[in-house]
């Protein structure tokens, strides 16, 4: 469950005050749950008209508690479920409405229980164009540059994948510090090869002709993504001599 920040001296006191939240604090607040989720992903899923935040006279955002709510709800449901962001916000409608909303089952079989049926496939989140260039505040020149070094890919149709948007957040800020798109292509090697090794354990699971074992590969790909992710972080600060908070 998320937890909104309480008081505090200065700031935060003026934002306990009046029951909103700059976007450092929803970020802040969100990253206790969702660590990946990024400024630029927050902003997009708000062009998207899924979240509507008030603004100051001065056009920066403020937050109220439902809208960080909403926020979690959506993550969860695109971390969790794999819901396109249209199946999302009907959700969500349905939700305000009062109205029951069931979500597909894609959790651990508990002993006992019956295993629900599961498609084969996941549809993950997808985003087109003109959005993604939107979210992450860039222009086709710089698209271009990122596409033409692999570091993000258009899939079938010129659409993306939504967690383009966070990868996209991530090559700016390192530009920042000097950092270039070129100087990445060694980072998308290594991704792409560690992803390759996962590809490679759960792939006999996803042949499986059992829809629950193919339904439990997606789980095991995240279970060994995110350990993959831990490891490279770990060999990175060790060869650096140094430990991130």
Known sequence: MLR???????HGTAEADSGL??????????????????????RFLESEGLIEPQRTPSGYR????????RLGHVLRMQRDHYL?????REHLDAMERGEAVRLPALGRQREGEAVPEVSDGFTAARIGRAELLAAAE?????????????????????????EAVTV???????????????????????ADREAGLVDQ?????????????????????????????KLHAAL?????????P
């Open 4 to 10: 909104t920040p309480g008081g505090g001296a200065g």
């Open 21 to 42: 939240m700059s976007i450092g604090s929803v970020l802040n607040t969100l990253r206790e749950e969702f660590p990946e989720v990024t400024i630029s992903k927050i």
């Open 62 to 69: 403020k937050f109220s508690i439902k809208d960080v709510e």
């Open 84 to 88: 396109p962001l249209k199946v999302i």
């Open 138 to 162: 860039v222009g086709e020149r710089e698209l271009e540059e990122w596409q033409s070094y692999g570091l993000i890919t258009p899939l079938e149709g010129g659409v993306y994948d939504a």
């Open 168 to 190: 996209a957040s991530l090559v700016i800020e390192l530009g920042r510090f000097g950092i270039e798109p070129r100087h990445l292509r060694l980072m998308k090697a290594a």
């Open 201 to 229: 354990v759960v792939a006999p699971l996803r042949r499986h002709r059992n829809p629950q074992t193919r339904a439990h590969a997606e789980e095991r790909t995240k279970e060994l993504a995110g350990l993959a992710v």
């Open 236 to 244: 990175v600060q060790s060869a650096l001599g140094v430990r991130l």
